[in-house]
């Protein structure tokens, strides 16, 4: 019974203790990477398979060709995000920090994702106001976080 309580004292010291959280957060990592390189895969074929079936098959109907065209491009930019997202926990295995220009890039991304899909027939103002904003901010947030970047 000694031996157990020496064991669980010399495992709870911070030492060990943050070196075990260390381990248990680059495992995560890793599973999280391999996890988004098979979903960029999936949407990579699901993209092949959507512009095969939709826009190589010639349709005269231009509405039926926007809307494809629109979901392509959502579907690109889906595939974007996906790419940027691996790059960030790619970043925090390299370096143990989470890359704020990176966040704020891959959430540009996603929120230009938006716009670009958007129906303006089935969206209301608020909505385009708060997606306005969104992008202001997160502009303004890269704006700040590059111009230290230039300083240093």
Do not use: C, P
């Amino acid at each position: 019974m000694r031996n157990l309580f020496r064991k669980i004292r010399k495992y709870s010291r911070n030492e060990n203790f943050l070196h075990l959280i260390e381990n248990v957060e680059e495992l995560v990592s890793k599973m999280l990477s391999i996890t988004m390189i098979v979903i960029i895969l999936i949407a990579i074929i699901n993209l092949i398979v959507f512009v095969i079936n939709k826009l190589l098959i010639f349709d005269f109907n231009q509405e039926s060709f926007h809307k494809n065209l629109f979901t392509t491009f959502g579907l690109f930019l889906n595939i974007l995000i996906a790419l940027e997202i691996l790059e960030n926990i790619t970043a925090y295995l390299k370096k143990h920090v989470v890359q704020a220009e990176l966040v704020i890039v891959t959430s540009l991304i996603a929120v230009a994702r938006k716009i670009i899909i958007l129906d303006l027939n089935k969206t209301d103002g608020l909505q385009v106001v708060g997606l306005g904003i969104a992008v202001l901010s997160l502009s303004i947030s890269y704006w700040i976080i590059y111009s230290r970047k230039r300083r240093s």
